[in-house]
Every structure is written in structure tokens, then in C-alpha cells.
């Protein structure tokens, strides 16, 4: 029996930990540490129907515990990811999440459409919350009724099951999880990064190019798992948890929350070979809780 | 390869104002490849830093499987590991990204090393490897003022050294560029890092010259997936965009936009 399997719409997991979308790129960087099959599943970087080149310089700032980013959506392109990155990844045995965004419906739907057809993608993970384009990501996330019509539209042309990744940027992140669920939404995807700031104490100007930027780390645990667990009572699709997480106790907390997976994120830049370390330490872990299954662990908290 | 490595603090000294040269002893050393690559550090083993350091190789000792880092002690990460002590370990990610390509001098010939500042560093192990093949290389090293100038010496056992600071306090006063107007020196290739003007000037200098230049980005994960380090290209080239840590550090003049 593999004791870290966990079974989702469209991926069966052969542990419940992937490196999270944009802080891992397509793979290439991370293949020549470590075998990519040992991860649970790989959530790519967030792919747009055209080529897009991102925003200007610099992209991200170090905060207390945390960091703040700006990338932009920098991504080669639909064409170009199924061709090269997806055809790329085949060799490994692990099932990719393919992180898809847009400016319009029209472009969601066309990028979700194709990719969705390459074998190795078992599942999108909507972006309606990226915070550092102007047009498209957040703007779709922040109001159910837009976040239920775009999860429709996508739904309606994917030929694998669609998560929808929330952002944490709302007064009410239950009341879009309920919507995304409504228009059926196969699981969630929580949280995105939070909007922040970081100024030069010199200059009293922006340190990010952008002006803002998503704040990510260690920093946003707290409110990451505040949110899982709220969304978790509210919905009964699964969601996928990340947000700060960096250690195996991290994994325990989130899924005990009500996570049945988890996504590692700006971790992957502190030690980049954090998610095998964390599988690698998760059976032990359940032997000191003295659990049989890491599936035991989902939704503790609220017993 | 790239290894993730606890390597031991053998020597640790401050070799001018806040610039300190710090020896780290471990295997990752036989995987160094080219004078100008970098290692990324973890200054702490909690979250406060959280993101790691890219830091420049100075010089390579493999018979003793050691290296030198020379960085300014001037932000929180620095700072931290300036105060590193003998025996202490660090966790170092490396060797990453391209460096400069030596076999681009040929023996006999005279190249030029410009350095700026914390950008000198580098261009030791270079003018090591280059001398070792039979280069002769002219170095001019730029600083802001006296008390920050460091390694003149080692530099003149290697060649030909032209020391300039912003006040004149040591060497000649200016920049680079005044030594090199005064000097008008015959070379084949210039090598040179340190900060953007500096670079700019130097293409700008000498556009018909072959020529590599060392940059500088803020960097998150150092091994291209994070997309921090971006710089645009000049229309001459195929790509759009290069990454700096793993494309990089160093590019031939004219491919970044600067």
C-alpha cells in the first residue's frame, strides 16, 4: 500500500505534494537536481494563448519572511508550451496541472481547449488571481458571478478536470469558492499570493518595477490556512493547498485544514529540493501521528 | 553539476571597508567549470533572510577543494555573513550559470579586465586562468574611494594594474573610462563587471571590439525558473529575452539590451 497516494478528479497521486505554478517554470531548472517523477504532480507555469514577455525589472523584492513578485505572466505561449515544454516533460512519470490565463473569456477558452488535449495534462488550474497583469487574472476572481461564467466556459470545452485557483485579495473567499463550485468547478486551487508593497526607505519609491507585487512565503501561512480551512466547510469538491508552505509540518497543517493536497511554492527558491525532502520525511511523520494513510490527515481540524 | 552543499568557513577576513574575503572549503568546488560563474548562498537557516545571496567566485583552490567569495557587507544577507565564524557552515547552491569564456583569449595576446567596485571580484579567477594559458592581461580596477580598494596587490602579480577611484584617493581619479582614454591600450578582448554604467560605457567604448560583459539582476532562484533576472535582448540577436543567472551572469557585448 502506498501510504501517500491520494486519488483527485483527474490525478491519482502517488504522494499529495507538487511544486506550485510559476515558482518552478516548466521543469527543465529542477530536472537537473533531482527525478521530476517523484513529485505528486507538477503545476506548470501559467500559459497564455500568446507569447508574453513580462514586466520590467525588478520583479521581485525580499520581505520578512516572504518575498514579493511581479513576474507578469512571462510564459513562451500556448503553441510553444504544448510543443516544447509539455512534449518535454512526457518522459517523466508525473501528471502536470497546466496553469492557464488570459486576458478575455475567448483566450481562457482557447488555451484551455488545446492544451487540455496533451496526454500528460491531467488537470487546469485556472488563474483568475494573478495579481500583476492589468487586464485578465485577478479581475476575473474577484467577483463570483465573472469567476462562475468563466469557470462555465472553460468547463465547457476541457477535456480534463478544472480547478480554480482563488485569490486570497477579497473581502469573502468563501462566497467565490461557492460560485466556482456552482458552475462546476472539479476542485480548488488556494491561495494566490497577496497584494503587497515594498518601498526603498532611501528613495520612498517602489522597489518593484510594478509598484506592487504578490507577497508569498513562509509570511502568508497563517492567512493561507485560514482560508483553506474556511473554504472547506463550504464547498465539497477538493482543494489544493498552498501558501507558504516550506516543511513537512507545514503539509500537515494545510491538509489537516482541509487541504487533500498541497503546493509548494517560493520554497522551491530557498532549497530547491524541498518537495523530495518533504516527501521523503511525510510516512515518518504519519508513523508519529500515528497514522496509516496520508488521506487520514485531510480535514483534522474540523472533527 | 549543481549541488546544494554545507560547506565549512575556513577563512573569513575584512579586506577593506565592509568588503570582506571569506574562504569556503567542500566538493562543489570540482564542479566549478569557468571563472565568472556564481554561487547562490543561504545566509541563515531560518526564514529571516528568507531568499539566498548570488555571490561571485573569486578564486578557485581545487588541489584544497576550496573557494573565495569577496562580497561587501552592505544589506541584512551580507551583513549575516560577514559575521560567519571559522568552522561555521553555509549552505551553498552551485555552481551556477555561464562564465567568461577563456578560451576566447589566445596565448600571446593582451586583453583588458575592467572591474568595478564588488564587480572586481571575478576578474581574479579570470586573469588567474587567462595568465595560466599564456594571456597577457592589462587590469583597471575602479573604486568609490581608498578605503574600498582591495586585492591591487594579488592583481599586480598577475599583470599590468591601473587602480582609479571616484575621489582620487588612491590611483587615478575618475572612472575606468578616464584610465582607458588616458591609456589607449592595444588589446584583442575586454573582459568587465561591475555596475550597469560601467558596462554601458565600456560597449559604448569599444563597439568594434569583441568583448564580454558580467551583469547583475535581482535574482530569486538563481537557476532559471522563476523568471527575476530578465533582460531584454538587442534586435541583433534570436531571443527575445535572456535570463541572467542561468544564460548568464556573462554575455558577449551587444546581446543585452543596456
Redesign the interface.
Same mark, same amino acid.
Given at each position: 500500500m502506498n501510504r501517500l497516494a491520494v486519488n483527485l478528479p483527474g490525478l491519482s497521486l502517488k504522494n499529495p505534494i507538487m511544486p506550485a505554478s510559476g515558482c518552478f517554470g516548466f521543469g527543465k531548472e529542477y530536472a537537473q537536481l533531482y527525478d521530476l517523477s517523484k513529485l505528486g504532480a507538477i503545476m506548470i507555469k501559467a500559459t497564455t494563448l500568446e507569447t508574453r514577455l513580462g514586466n520590467p525589472t525588478p520583479r521581485v523584492a525580499e520581505t520578512s519572511s516572504g518575498m514579493l513578485n511581479a513576474i507578469g505572466l512571462q510564459n513562451p505561449g500556448l503553441e510553444k508550451v504544448i510543443s516544447n515544454e509539455l512534449k518535454w516533460l512526457e518522459q517523466f512519470e508525473v501528471p502536470i496541472i497546466a496553469n492557464v490565463a488570459g486576458t478575455l473569456t475567448e483566450d481562457y477558452v482557447e488555451v484551455a481547449k488545446h492544451i487540455s488535449k496533451s496526454k500528460n495534462v491531467h488537470a487546469l488550474e485556472l488563474n483568475i488571481s494573478c495579481p500583476n497583469v492589468k487586464c485578465g487574472g485577478i479581475t476575473f476572481g474577484t467577483d463570483p458571478i465573472v469567476a462562475a461564467e468563466l469557470t462555465a466556459a472553460v468547463k465547457a470545452v476541457s477535456q480534463v478536470p478544472v480547478y480554480v485557483k482563488l485569490s486570497p485579495n477579497v473581502t469573502d473567499i468563501g462566497e467565490i469558492a461557492r460560485a466556482v463550485e456552482a458552475a462546476g468547478a472539479d476542485g480548488i486551487t488556494m491561495i494566490n499570493t497577496l497584494v503587497g508593497m515594498r518601498l526603498d526607505t532611501r528613495t520612498g519609491k517602489p522597489v518593484i518595477a510594478n509598484g506592487t507585487g504578490g507577497l508569498s512565503g513562509p509570511a502568508i501561512k497563517p492567512v493561507a490556512l485560514r482560508m483553506v480551512y474556511e473554504v472547506a466547510k463550504q464547498v465539497s469538491i477538493p482543494i489544493i493547498g498552498m501558501g507558504g508552505i516550506a516543511t513537512v509540518d507545514d503539509v500537515i497543517d494545510f491538509m489537516s485544514a482541509g487541504a487533500s493536497a498541497v503546493a509548494v511554492g517560493t520554497a522551491n527558491f530557498v532549497d530547491p529540493f524541498v518537495c523530495p525532502t518533504i516527501i521523503e520525511q511525510l510516512p515518518e511523520k504519519l508513523d508519529w501521528l500515528g497514522l496509516n494513510h496520508v488521506t487520514e490527515l485531510i480535514g483534522r481540524s474540523h472533527l | *553539476?549543481?549541488r546544494?552543499e554545507r560547506m565549512r568557513v575556513v577563512k573569513i577576513k575584512e579586506i577593506a571597508h565592509n568588503i570582506f574575503e571569506m574562504i569556503l572549503s567542500g566538493q562543489l568546488v570540482h564542479d566549478m567549470k569557468s571563472p565568472g560563474q556564481f554561487v547562490h548562498i &543561504?545566509v541563515s537557516d531560518s526564514?529571516?533572510? $528568507? $531568499? &539566498?545571496r548570488p555571490i561571485s567566485i573569486a578564486s578557485i583552490d581545487r588541489d584544497k577543494s576550496e573557494f573565495t567569495i569577496i562580497y561587501r557587507a552592505e544589506g541584512r544577507g551580507t551583513t549575516l555573513l560577514s559575521l560567519k565564524s571559522i568552522g561555521q557552515e553555509v549552505d551553498v $547552491?552551485g555552481p551556477l550559470g555561464n562564465g567568461f569564456p577563456v578560451h576566447e583569449a589566445i596565448a600571446g595576446e593582451t586583453v583588458l579586465l575592467v572591474g568595478g567596485g564588488i564587480g572586481v571580484p571575478p576578474l581574479y579567477e579570470l586573469s588567474k586562468k587567462l595568465v595560466e594559458k599564456g594571456v597577457k592581461p592589462i587590469h583597471i580596477l575602479g573604486f568609490q574611494t581608498k578605503e574600498v580598494v582591495f586585492y591591487e596587490e594579488e592583481f599586480l602579480e598577475l599583470g599590468e594594474t591601473h587602480i582609479v577611484t571616484v575621489d582620487g584617493t588612491s590611483g587615478h581619479q575618475g572612472f575606468v573610462t578616464t584610465v582607458l582614454a588616458d591609456l589607449k591600450p592595444d588589446f584583442t578582448t575586454y573582459f568587465t563587471c561591475g555596475p550597469t554604467a560601467m558596462l554601458v560605457a565600456m560597449e559604448n567604448m569599444f563597439p568594434d571590439k569583441k568583448g564580454f560583459l558580467s551583469f547583475e539582476? &535581482? *535574482? +530569486? !532562484?538563481? $537557476? +532559471?525558473?522563476?523568471?527575476?533576472?530578465? !533582460?531584454?535582448t538587442t534586435e541583433q540577436t534570436a531571443v527575445?529575452?535572456v535570463k541572467v543567472c542561468?544564460d548568464g551572469p556573462v554575455f558577449p557585448a551587444g546581446v543585452v539590451q543596456i
Open positions: - | *553539476m549543481i546544494q &543561504r526564514y529571516e533572510p $528568507l $531568499l &539566498r $547552491l539582476e &535581482r *535574482m +530569486g !532562484c538563481g $537557476l +532559471g525558473a522563476c523568471f527575476a533576472c530578465v !533582460c531584454r527575445d529575452y542561468s
